[in-house]
């Protein structure tokens, strides 16, 4: 009887010590936009839903920091690290050192040039595929017309400002009446879109010479949005704004007619990486190397007032 207690005890014992004691380092690039800000919040979420102990690493934008908290996490041995990476190269020293230490690596939202064997799966949207998606409605959006389009990217270097160009440049081949006049990095954030936004309307007569705004993300339209006011123009009729991401504050702007449209991103890339980790933990099933999310379109038929209402408290 006391041999059988001893055996149950050890038995709990286990369960309790392998069941939701997996550590994850998360290597995050910084807080640049709301989307960001979205991803890091979901992140915990998922991470104390599920008893994941997270350690947090801000990188402040800087690939070094990120390389620095991936060996760091490879020292302390944690059982999984999810990066998402700043830029898309000069990550295969660092990721071969954690492949060498057998922890799996999950890239989240962006990708990375490099050999697949590096990581374990990456979670995220074919952002080719958004870049496309954004063109094609500003495409149907102006019909005929001619149109010269000013262009805010994404962080140089970065998979998304990369992806998202080539994209929207698919999406307007041929199309001899729209042609892209400007484009410059605004680096992701509020104050990138409204400084360079400004000097495009400085170059643009004020703004005359502008049909509509690309960019890469909603945290630079909404800079750019508060630049073209500030020039005395309308957003969302005298400049055509389409963005990428899909935050409350879009809608908002969305909804007060300052925007057209949005692609939609979301910020729950944690979700399917630890449903992947955690089958890999459990039996070593490996996932599909690409685990895409979708990429939905939202334009000013889409209730942007109620889309508005429905995400304004989910951590943007
Ligand atoms: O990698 C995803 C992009 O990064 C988001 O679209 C943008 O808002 C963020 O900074």
Redesign the pocket.
Same mark, same amino acid.
């Given at each position: 009887m006391l041999k059988t207690l001893m055996m149950t005890a050890a038995v709990v014992a286990l369960g309790t010590a392998s069941a939701g004691a997996e550590t994850v380092g998360f290597s995050q690039?910084g807080s !640049? $936009? &709301?989307?960001?800000a979205a !991803?890091t919040t979901l992140t915990r979420q998922q991470a104390e839903e599920r008893g994941i102990d997270l350690k947090f690493s801000d990188a402040q934008q800087k690939q070094e920091n990120q390389i620095a908290a991936i060996r760091s996490f490879v020292a302390q041995g944690v059982d999984a690290i999810l990066i998402?990476p700043v830029v898309a190269t000069g990550w295969d020293s660092v990721l071969e050192e954690a492949k060498e230490a057998e922890i799996p690596v999950v890239l989240l939202? %962006?990708q990375i040039d490099g050999s697949d064997d590096l990581y374990l799966t990456a979670v &995220?949207s074919d952002?080719v595929h958004e870049g496309s998606v954004a063109g094609e409605w500003l495409a149907n959006e102006v019909g005929d017309g001619e149109c010269r389009i000013v262009e805010l990217q &994404? *962080?140089t270097g $970065? $998979?998304?400002a990369i992806d %998202?160009a080539n994209g929207f440049r698919k999406a307007l081949e041929g199309k001899d009446n729209l042609e892209i006049v400007r484009s410059q990095t605004g680096d992701? *954030?509020r104050s990138g879109g409204k400084e360079v936004m400004e000097s495009f309307l400085q170059a643009e007569n004020g703004g005359s010479g502008i049909c509509a705004l690309y960019a890469?993300?909603?945290?630079m339209a909404l800079g750019a949005i508060q630049a073209i006011k500030e020039a005395g123009l309308n957003p969302g009729t005298d400049i055509k704004i389409v963005a990428?991401?899909a935050?409350p504050d879009y809608f908002q702007a969305m909804a007060n007619g300052e925007a057209n449209a949005t692609v939609e991103?979301t910020p729950n890339m944690a979700g399917p990486a630890f449903d992947a980790l955690e089958k890999y933990w459990a039996d070593g099933t490996a996932p599909e190397k690409f685990i895409q999310t979708e990429s939905k379109l939202y334009t000013q038929s889409d209730d942007p007032q109620g889309e508005y209402e429905a995400r304004k408290d989910l951590g943007y």
């Open positions: 690039i !640049e $936009s &709301g989307w960001r !991803e998402a939202d %962006r &995220g952002l &994404g *962080t $970065s $998979s998304p %998202r992701f *954030t890469h993300n909603d945290d990428i991401d935050v991103l």
